[in-house]
């Protein structure tokens, strides 16, 4: 007789130390320095959740999947966005599931009920069954409780959590400080397989203490000049060592700038694989400053970041009545908090509506 077949428990992949985690990320094309890597390292050893705070493109996000690809765990991703609540992120009832169980009983509670003569009866009947409607079958699980009833091990990744109101980060506690998600009319589910939790935030509003004080945190900057090129060369080997180093320095030259928007890796790796494709193609241009001012449509994408740019960098100084004078040197960073972009949300703010190192930039195809 033939044993059945049971599928083989998911192997909980662990690193040692934080070396072994920087290399591990650095054979799936991520790049992270030593202090960053012990830092998750930490948050994977004492399964505590990792706040990461830092401007946009720093590659936050990038760490998430690149940690569950070096560790073979699955990613489940809970995008925040302005409005989200507990049926986008925790679980909601399947209510088609349950009205078609409902009919289905329609009969059988009628052959029950007409052997009662008196309504109160009936209603005592009715109230004391239970009819299954509200259990794990009807349930419609979200990220949150998916990655906690997942089988395999998994990475939690909740992006952008600054976007959300305070009430959606309060739903976050419990799974972040327990492991656990708590339905009412079911019960408490512990995390079959503890996750690793990775939190972003974009610094557009301060996050409450009580979610920091559930986390590790780590502020992730821009990369030194030598990991940028690095991240370029690894994500796209196609670049020349000598192409990476001149894009990755007009880039740390406009972050100096006071921008609307800085550079991120991302859009550096995309002006490095449009510098090699101007070489190849033979794209007749005029000057190197010609060069330079096609790679500002890969790296800024605003009209008025480009305008400053090309003034600054060709050695003119703006006049006086130029929207975008500003002493020379470093600004304080503008955030999107602080002066959001053309979007539904800017428009309606004010009337009424609602007001989003180691360094990982987007793989290309998944950015």
């Known amino acids: 007789m033939t044993a059945p077949h049971t599928a083989p428990e998911p192997e909980d992949v662990r690193f ?3 070396a072994e985690l920087k290399e591990a990320l650095r054979e799936v094309d991520y790049i992270a320095d030593d202090e960053f890597a012990v830092v998750v390292h930490l948050a994977t050893a004492l399964e505590r959740p990792l706040l990461l705070e830092g401007p946009a493109g720093v590659g936050k996000t990038e760490l998430a999947k690149s940690l569950a690809d070096a560790s073979g765990r699955k990613l489940v991703r809970l995008q925040c966005y302005e409005g989200l609540d507990d049926n986008r992120a925790l679980y909601e009832w399947d209510y088609a599931k349950q009205l078609l169980h409902v009919q289905m009983l329609r009969d059988r509670i009628g052959e029950k009920l007409s052997a009662f003569d008196d309504i109160a009866d009936a209603s005592k009947f009715l109230a004391a069954q239970d009819f299954g409607l509200y ?4 349930l419609s699980v979200r990220p949150l409780l998916e990655a906690i009833l997942s089988p395999e091990p998994v990475v939690l990744l909740v992006d952008e959590v600054d976007r959300t109101e305070e009430s959606m980060e309060a739903l976050l506690l419990e799974v972040l400080a327990e492991g656990q998600i708590t339905i009412p009319e079911v019960g408490t589910f512990a995390a079959r397989s503890a996750p690793w939790v990775i939190l972003t935030s974009n610094d557009t509003r301060e996050l409450s203490p009580a979610l920091k004080r559930r986390c590790l945190h780590y502020h992730l900057g821009y990369p030194t000049s030598q990991r940028e090129r690095d991240i370029v060369t690894a994500r796209a080997p196609e670049v020349e060592d000598a192409v ?6 007009l880039a740390r030259t406009l972050r100096e700038l006071p921008l609307r928007k800085s550079p991120s890796i991302a859009e550096v790796i995309d002006a490095a694989r449009a510098a090699v494709v101007l070489k190849s ?3 007749a241009v005029s000057s190197q400053s010609a060069v330079r001012d096609i790679l500002l449509t890969a790296l800024l994408k605003y ?3 480009v305008e400053l740019a090309r003034t600054r960098l060709s050695g003119e100084q703006p006049l006086p009545s130029d929207e975008h004078s500003a002493p020379a040197g470093p600004a304080e960073r503008v955030t999107v908090a602080s002066r959001p972009a053309n979007t539904t949300t800017a428009v309606f703010r004010g009337h009424g509506g609602r007001d989003r190192g180691g360094i990982g930039a987007g793989r290309q195809g998944r950015r």
């Open 244 to 249: 990476a180093a001149d894009v990755v320095d």
């Open 281 to 283: 193609t033979g794209v």
């Open 135 to 138: 259990s794990e079958h009807f």
């Open 16 to 18: 040692a130390d934080g």
């Open 303 to 305: 009209t008025s970041d």
